[in-house]
């Protein structure tokens, strides 16, 4: 994506392959695979591994700054530089592109990633987020922990993450997005000649994924763990049963979606203020959706003094209060500035675009859906996605209430 | 004397235009690099124990409401108007200075259907928000002051929560002992609850009558108007009301040690040193390269050595405070790793002292910095941090100049910056019971 005038030059790249892939079919060899929890996120960062040292050095040398994150569905590489961008490309291809995983490395792998994970463990936010998934899902694997559990890491080989890597790390399974003041055509050039010259311009035999099916009902209505907080901490989510929902559909039920939360529970309405008034949220409760093909679900939440009140009222008004015409259109001009300002942050907007690629929506189809979205559209995408049977409740509580 | 094309032309793509006159400063940064319009107010006043809480209710009381939009609703329904406007008001701090911040990013009209005029727009709302707030027969209403002083204890109550933050603060209020520095920005629960409507509001009006009030602007805009509308809604600051002056923290311990205990599931250990070297200082570029190399990047030598050789910790990292002239060393480790992680973060700071620092470890933390220098450009937000920065502190370079400055630093330098850095408090967070045979190493 050219953006003249911009210093940065931001790329990532990124494999269809998250922490949801734990079971499937390696299309080398055909045969059925099942993998420890956490292992996506373990190949993040041992990608970073070559028989020659640390790829960051390679970065550092040309004043590149380098990152990686793993999430449920997606793995991401990327840099950020000033110059050198074509030198960087290099690395960042043959970082993703040229495992190496030894026993030695692997193990050495276990005692940072175990610290990273309990970092985890000690954060309130995360905590009651991942509480949360647990509650809605009964067997989708998005209800486990994207960087898996102390003890599934320690089962982790080179063998295995090799299986994992020759599945999900093959070019028909990934996407290289580049932004900056650049010349597509040339970045074009650039990649096609290196992904030739490694042999990579075949495309593999489909990849398949293995997902439990998923029961509509959520696994708990109510979880709660105690924590060193100062206040209780709550996430209220609704499940919102999917079935191969991607492309326009997808685009369409997520803008849809926003625009409702934005008018039931958005700072402009009168329920936020009364909540806030009554002392039951902080400034920075708010609700958002998150879609993807196997699994979609609404959050909110943030620290409150009383969990139970604050449910019970949710659960009473989101289900009553009037959604007026002028609020949605005041809403839709409000989710335009959103997407405007998107485009002065390459971190931001390549992280958008990667998430709607793989889901089968372009980033530019984002302002027609947005226009299109009407007040009978939001009115009924409540009445089906506000369901009591669908809601669950994840509770933080301190030590000693 | 007027405040615009004062100041001696610069070429730097990172210069304001502006200039500040009894004690108001207007400076802008006119470009049609970004799709937004940035807009950023600050009042500045020195932070003290008695003031502390009660100024940093003033923000929150001016987000409840203003004369024409009265209560937080209608408020957010003209941002919503204004295509999604984001509006903060917020209480920061900078050294012991507390700042008093009001800040209005939205999208530029040229790429909104129809094309409106945001800026005329936002500029009005800023300072009609700033100026005029809603208050009921002469103070803030009552019930808005009491929920702030709620939501305000809840967020003291609330650092605990956030274990790294907690661990650095509590670092810093001990290498402060009762100094303005270390204490919270939003002050001590304790004085929050003593605050009354009309003492609020008789702080609000002394704020923002004499404290010296920044304007910045970012984003395709004309300096000129801003200009015009700041002046003509602010009265002049009394005389005499200039920048604070900023002074040197020296240290008062020399490795002390504190433990605390808490249900955790990993041990947080916060090292603060004294440096010597503040922004504006000759010495500054030397020490950012001092603590680049220590700690500022993934080839600097706690990472490669606490977590890559070592395997203790996901992270660990050295930063500089440029206003204060102190580094902080923070990694999250093992509990019973106390004594070993210590013993190499020692090491690495001793191998600075002693010039143990390689040909790469200068290039590629000059190059990191270079970098992240350059694209200091291509956000609004650093751009206006940039510039505050230096006008609170009265110097500090810009990238154009600091780059060279910190591509002459040399092994030397750092060595000769390394023995100004002095270890004032280690401060360990672990787990219960975990705590008492915690012993600092002999140095």
Known sequence: ??????????????????????????????????????????????????????????????????????????????????????????????????????????????????????????????????????????????????????????????????????????????????????????????????????????????????????????AEAWVEQVMPVSLPLVSIGYKDPVSRLEGQDLLTREVVSDVMWGVLLGKASPLWSRLYEEGLINDRFGAHYTAATTYAYSSMGGETPHPERLAEVLAEELARVAITAEDVERQKKSQWGGFATLFNSPGDLAYQYNAWHFRGVDLFQFSDALASVSHKDVEARRDEHLQPVHRAISVIRPESS | MRGLGQDKPNHDPNAFVGATEQGIGVYTHATDRFKTISLHAVWITPLAEDTASVTALVPSLLRRGARRWPDWRSMEMRLEELYGAAFRAAVEKVGDQQLVSCHLEMPDGRFLPGHPDTLAAGIEFLNHVMSEPHLVEGTFPPEAVAQEQETMTRRIQGIINDKAQYATLRLMQVMAEGRPFGLSRYGRVEDVATVTPLAVTERYWEVSRQAPLLFFGVGALDGEALERAVRATWQPRPAGVGMPPMAPVPGLHQRNLVVDEQEVNQGKLNLGYTTGARLPDADYPALMMYAGILGGFSHSKLFVNVREKASLAYYAYARVDGVLGLMHIGAGIEFKDFSEAMRITEQQVADMAAGRITEQEMDFTRRGYVTSLKTTEDSPGSLIGLQMQRLLMGGGLLPADLIPALERVTVEDIRRVAEGVSLDTVYFLTAKGEGHDVRLPVS
Not at chain 1, 81 to 86: G, K, S, Y
Not at chain 1, 182 to 193: G, H, S, T
Request: aromatic share 10%; net charge negative; charged share 25%.
């Open chain 1, 1 to 218: 994506m050219p953006r003249p005038g911009q210093r940065r030059t931001y790329a990532t790249f990124a494999t269809y392959y998250g922490s949801i892939d734990s079971h499937f079919r390696v299309p080398t060899t055909g045969a059925d695979l099942e993998v420890p929890d956490g292992i996506a996120h373990f190949l993040e960062h041992k990608m970073f591994a070559k028989p020659e040292g640390d790829v960051m050095d390679q970065f550092a040398a040309l004043g590149a700054s380098t990152n990686a994150y793993t999430e449920y569905l997606t793995t991401s590489y990327l840099f950020s530089t000033t110059d050198r961008v074509a030198e960087c490309l290099t690395i960042l291809m043959d970082l993703v592109q040229r495992p190496h995983f030894t026993e030695e490395n692997v193990q050495k792998e276990q005692g940072i990633i175990e610290q990273e994970l309990r970092m985890y463990l000690d954060m309130p936010g995360d905590r009651v987020h991942s509480n949360l998934m647990r509650a809605l899902y009964q067997k989708h694997p998005v209800r486990l922990d994207i960087g898996g559990s102390v003890a599934s890491i320690r089962t982790i080989t080179p063998d295995v993450l090799y299986r994992c890597y020759e599945t999900f790390y093959h070019p028909s399974n990934m996407l290289l997005f580049v932004v900056g003041d650049l010349d597509p055509q040339q970045v074009i050039d650039q990649i096609a000649e290196a992904q030739w010259d490694k042999g990579l311009t075949e495309s593999q035999a489909e990849i398949v994924r293995y997902l439990p099916d998923e029961p509509d009902p959520v």
